[in-house]
């Protein structure tokens, strides 16, 4: 079972470069979520898309898009990156934006920017 | 403030060893409340959930404290497997249903 596949898993990017990471999920949920995880700062919601169609601003959106392309896909764009903005990104689903369910994970993008 | 603070350890037990992680909450809105364990450089995958009631699942008990605003996990007759580094967090309705806020996590070392 592929659950929430990721890529790419590794990208190195130099300074106002841009790139998208894309994110799938075929367990058929509503709901995707990009967050990123630094050292010492724990996991960090960037944007959410509660339903196909939506999408709303994280804890940290500020030097990111998404697109929820369709119910299956969620794709997180740096327009112009930072070094600030080396981390890893984690790509999550839920069956729906609500308070209950377990959030599944894929396996994460490590980014470094030069 | 961070909406969910933990204690980011390391605690290093030996084997067998019980040992207990607690996390705190900011907003007294929050409703639901997981711990999650990620071993490292991989992704975060649930451990439990957390109820109202307490809920324990084989070595691990996880318990609510609404009054206090937080949670507990805790790992009896520890394993080596356990290593790992375990996150709190919590989510509330209101407009903001079903964001997920993560703590810092708390990094747990078991050793033989």
């Known amino acids: 079972n592929a659950g929430v596949t990721q890529t790419p898993k590794f990208q190195v990017l130099k300074t106002g470069q841009s790139m998208t990471l894309q994110c799938a999920q075929d367990?058929?949920?509503?709901?995707m979520y990009w967050y990123r995880q630094d050292p010492g700062m724990g996991l960090r919601l960037i944007y959410y898309?509660?339903?196909?169609?939506?999408?709303d601003k994280g804890e940290v959106p500020n030097g990111y898009n998404v697109s929820r392309l369709n119910k299956r896909e969620f794709s997180l764009r740096l327009e112009s990156a930072a070094p600030s903005q080396t981390s890893v990104y984690f790509c999550?689903?839920?069956?729906?934006?609500?308070?209950?369910?377990?959030?599944?994970f894929g396996e994460g993008s490590r980014l470094t920017v030069l | 403030r961070k909406e969910v603070e933990q204690d980011p350890g390391p605690f290093n037990v030996p084997e067998g060893a019980t040992v207990a992680f607690n996390c705190t909450y900011s907003?007294?809105?929050?409703?639901?409340f997981f711990w999650y364990r990620q071993d490292c450089r991989k992704e975060p995958k649930l451990l439990m959930s957390v109820y109202s009631s307490g809920n324990e699942d084989g070595r691990f008990t996880a318990q609510l404290n609404r009054a206090s605003q937080y949670i507990s996990l805790l790992i009896r007759d520890s394993k080596l497997s356990d290593s790992a580094t375990y996150l709190c967090?919590?989510?509330?309705?209101?407009?903001?249903?079903?964001?997920?806020?993560f703590g810092r996590g708390t990094q747990l070392t078991v050793w033989p």
């Open positions: 898309s509660a339903s196909e169609g939506t999408t």
């Open positions: 967090a919590a989510s509330r309705g209101g407009s903001t249903l079903g964001r997920l806020y």
């Open positions: 907003n007294s809105a929050s409703q639901s």
């Open positions: 999550a689903s839920r069956l729906q934006d609500l308070n209950t369910g377990e959030l599944f």
């Open positions: 367990m058929n949920h509503n709901s």
